[in-house]
């Protein structure tokens, strides 16, 4: 009866495995295609220079893909390995680097929500302000501030042995592990959505309650609506996405969280949930933007133009090649031909090409 248990449950973690490297892998390859055709559009738009707001999404989809390719793959070997194999070092700089990505995006969105507000609610006296010198020292400040609070976790976990299993966990006491993923949250989620929120209400309400004919029908105008739209929706979905990964660790901290399969299974899906924000990011833009569905598809028609034309360069060389060779042939041929005298008994001709018989 237990041997049937045990298998039940063998199965059962073994599907599950299974669902849960087919969900990452599909996390790993949307977002790194995504972020970096965003990455393409971004520098081949040409406007980087004089684009505030393209330098934050560009920042922020860097962010992105550093998170997908550092952290994707190394997190799901915890739900699908049985213990840790990548060594001490990795152990720290993975989550070190979660928290890093983490805290860059959402500092950088409520950058760039500060942004927002000054372009539309004080659209000339900004322009002094709103300068892509300043968003770059905005961007070295948001990296530098995910930098001091992402620092600890460079220690938070560890590389131990648990009863014979290498595992890659919190090495903290209950206390200091405590204070830290409550820092975590407010400093991490609670303050950047608190000014998200008040920034972008003040925003809209500017927008869709100002009154002026004349400005309301400027193709200047509906431009900032479109990006403020585009920029709402990816601070939203940031906002969705990162709550249920700090409700479960609340949970376990203040509330009643059991440790059982359940809870095992609302903590990977709120990973999972968090992670897939990394990927949404450029689905936005393709949806919201339409200069980025035409970046895509100039990026798109580049790729396909070239490899057409590297094709007809194959075909073109081989083409080339047969000609030179059918030429060769006939040279050869004709002087075969040429040598085809009784003085010549070794040449022997089959089929245009000549073999000599060296015994």
Not at 60 to 73: G, Q, S
Request: hydrophobic share 45%.
């Amino acid at each position: 009866m237990n041997f049937s248990h045990q298998n039940l449950l063998s199965v059962h973690w073994k599907s599950e495995s299974i669902i849960i490297s087919l969900v990452f892998s599909l996390i790993f390859l949307v977002g790194t295609v995504g972020n970096c055709l965003v990455l393409a559009v971004l520098l081949r738009n040409g406007q980087m220079n004089t684009k505030t707001t393209n330098l934050f999404i560009l920042n922020l989809c860097i962010a992105d893909l550093c998170f997908i390719v550092f952290c994707v793959p190394l997190q799901a070997t915890i739900y699908t390995m049985d213990e840790w194999v990548f060594g001490p070092f990795v152990c720290k700089a993975v989550h070190f680097i979660i928290y890093l990505t983490m805290y860059a995006s959402i500092f950088t969105l409520t950058a760039v929500s500060l942004d927002r507000y000054l372009a539309i609610r004080y659209p000339l006296r900004s322009r002094e302000m709103r300068t892509p010198k300043n968003a770059l020292t905005s961007i070295c400040l948001v990296w530098g501030l995910s930098l001091v609070f992402s620092g600890p976790y460079l220690s938070y976990y560890q590389q131990m042995d648990l009863d014979g299993t290498t595992v890659c966990i919190p090495a903290w006491d209950m206390h200091h592990r405590r204070a830290m993923d409550v820092s975590t949250f407010v400093f991490g989620y609670l303050i950047p959505v608190l000014v998200l929120s008040l920034t972008y209400a003040r925003t809209i309400r500017y927008l869709w309650t100002t009154v002026d004919p004349v400005e309301d029908m400027s193709a200047s105008k509906r431009a900032k609506r479109k990006v403020t739209k585009m920029i709402i929706i990816v601070a939203a979905l940031f906002c969705l996405c990162w709550l249920p990964h700090h409700l479960v660790i609340l949970c376990m901290w203040f509330g009643h969280f059991p440790l059982n399969h359940v809870t095992y299974v609302l903590r990977i899906l709120s990973h999972l949930v968090a992670y897939t924000n990394s990927c949404v990011n450029p689905i936005v833009y393709a949806l919201v933007s339409k200069h980025f569905r035409k970046g895509f598809q100039k990026v798109f028609s580049c790729a396909l133009r070239k490899r057409v034309v590297n094709r007809v360069n194959v075909v073109q060389q081989v083409h080339a090649v047969s000609l030179a060779g059918s030429s060769e042939t006939s040279n050869l041929s004709e002087k075969v031909i040429k040598d085809r005298r009784p003085n010549n008994p070794q040449a022997i001709v089959t089929k245009g090409f000549v073999t000599f018989n060296v015994t």
